[in-house]
């Protein structure tokens, strides 16, 4: 079975500053990982997704995320948060070879204080 | 806007009740994913259509149906309506190959 941990339902941080959503999994072989983001009353938003290759994944809004296989970690990062990125963030799993249906984390509302 | 769509918007029913959602996936997606959303399970995948054709199931109750018709758009039917089924109902799709899903705004259903 495949799971996502999302150990903080909420991070505040500053407008400005740097953000980052945690995210772990779990799953059998190797993944493939997405994170979604949610908008109050919209569906969600693809961002990006991690399938091969570069560690380093880069997104949409300025967003990127870093695959950690030792570490079973996909951690949404952006370097300067706008007040704009306020929403609702989801990591999601599904293991490659699978059926395609995702695996979501709990989520985290991330606030960007002004 | 993801060119997924979905009706109604929001829908307000009793206990007992049977209704159908309604899903238009992008142009061209032969895959159509039902997502529901509460407050207590989060994000949960209901099924999987390829096609006209049942791929996957995830959490699905017996009281939920669903099926893809021909001109690709999915109907997800929830019948003998609990309170508990009161959630958001997302649907995505995806292009074929690809593993990006792209989901509509959901409809809300309350059951009273």
């Known amino acids: 079975a495949q799971s996502v941990a999302q150990p903080e339902d909420q991070v505040n941080v500053a407008e400005g500053n740097p953000l980052t959503v945690k995210c772990t999994y779990s799953v059998s072989g190797n993944p493939y990982l997405f994170w979604y983001v949610q908008y109050p009353n919209r569906g969600l938003q693809f961002l990006l997704k991690y399938i091969t290759g570069d560690n380093l994944v880069k997104g949409s809004y300025g967003f990127e995320a870093e695959f950690n296989k030792s570490q079973t970690s996909f951690h949404l990062k952006k370097p300067s948060a706008l007040v704009s990125d306020s929403a609702l963030y989801f990591c999601?799993?599904?293991?490659?070879?699978?059926?395609?249906?995702?695996?979501f984390g709990s989520g985290t509302q991330l606030t960007v204080l002004p | 806007d993801s060119g997924v769509t979905q009706t109604p918007k929001h829908l307000i029913t009793a206990t007992g009740q049977r209704v159908t959602l309604r899903c238009s996936p992008r142009s061209g997606d032969l895959s159509v994913y039902w997502y529901q959303q509460s407050l207590d399970q989060g994000l949960q995948f209901l099924i999987q259509y390829y096609n006209g054709e049942e791929r996957a199931k995830g959490n699905i109750l017996e009281r939920f149906s669903a099926q893809q018709f021909p001109d690709l758009h999915s109907e997800l039917n929830l019948s003998s309506l609990e309170l508990g089924d009161s959630a958001l109902y997302f649907c995505?799709?995806?292009?074929?190959?690809?593993?990006?899903?792209?989901f509509g705004p959901g409809t809300r259903l309350t059951v009273l």
């Open positions: 999601a799993v599904r293991a490659r070879g699978s059926a395609r249906q995702l695996t």
């Open positions: 995505a799709s995806s292009v074929t190959g690809s593993d990006t899903q792209y």
